[in-house]
């Protein structure tokens, strides 16, 4: 089985630039996640997908940050424009349907250097 | 609010057991994960507990008290490839993860 995939691995930009990160989940799995781990900490949810629909964008910074899952497939996030404390790296997971242990599948993730 | 605890770095020896710990204080639970993330790699899945008591898988085990809001992860027989992040996270009322800041295990010979 195919794990998540995210593009690009890496990525470099200037401050006040704009940036696009890609995520590709597991198929079937309805939910998709978008983290943010910056470095010596634990992830930080950013959005929560079910299917095309968002189910919690709490901790998203909106005037900056956004993201969609059109299809219900994969998923773009998005930052424009971009600060220095932006970062991080940018994890996505995903997770089957109902299923326990719910158990979230990550992606190797998106390292974002922002000069 | 997620209130996540763990110790920030510990170390131990190869072939002894170590046991990191976690406190949490969460907007509702339905379940505490264990995650281990090498350096410059995503996390991966270690165990769940959604009851209270200890689970065992192989050489990891992992333990629950909810009156507590407490949690550990023991590792046994350590090996040198264990040295890692251990996260712990918490799965809220709306079945998202919160995960702790992580606990960084030097494994030394």
């Known amino acids: 089985e195919a794990g998540v995939a995210q593009s690009p691995r890496y990525k470099i930009i200037e401050k006040r630039q704009s940036v696009a990160f890609w995520c590709n989940p597991i198929?079937?799995?309805?939910?998709l996640y978008w983290y943010q781990q910056i470095l010596g900490q634990g992830p930080k949810l950013l959005i929560q997908f079910q299917n095309n629909g968002v189910v919690d964008d709490s901790q998203l910074p909106k005037d900056r940050f956004s993201a969609e899952r059109l299809k219900g497939v994969d998923s773009t996030l998005k930052i424009q424009p971009a600060k220095l404390e932006d970062s991080a790296v940018y994890l996505c997971?995903?997770?089957?349907?109902?299923?326990?242990?719910?158990?979230?599948?990550f992606g190797p993730g998106t390292r974002l250097t922002v000069t | 609010g997620q209130n996540i605890d763990q110790p920030t770095e510990m170390t131990a020896t190869e072939g002894a057991i170590v046991q990191i710990n976690c406190t949490y204080q969460t907007s509702g639970f339905n379940g505490l994960f264990w995650y281990q993330q090498h350096a410059g790699e995503a996390p991966t899945f270690l165990s769940y507990?959604?009851?209270?008591g200890l689970e065992e898988k192989g050489r990891f085990s992992s333990f629950l008290s909810r009156s507590k809001g407490y949690s550990y992860l023991l590792l046994k027989e350590l090996q040198m490839k264990d040295s890692a992040s251990y996260l712990c996270?918490?799965?809220?009322?709306?079945?998202?993860?919160?995960f702790g800041k992580g606990t960084s295990l030097l494994v030394t010979p």
């Open positions: 507990n959604v009851l209270d």
């Open positions: 997971a995903s997770r089957p349907p109902g299923q326990s242990p719910y158990e979230q599948y």
């Open positions: 996270a918490v799965l809220d009322s709306g079945y998202a993860l919160n």
């Open positions: 198929s079937g799995h309805a939910t």
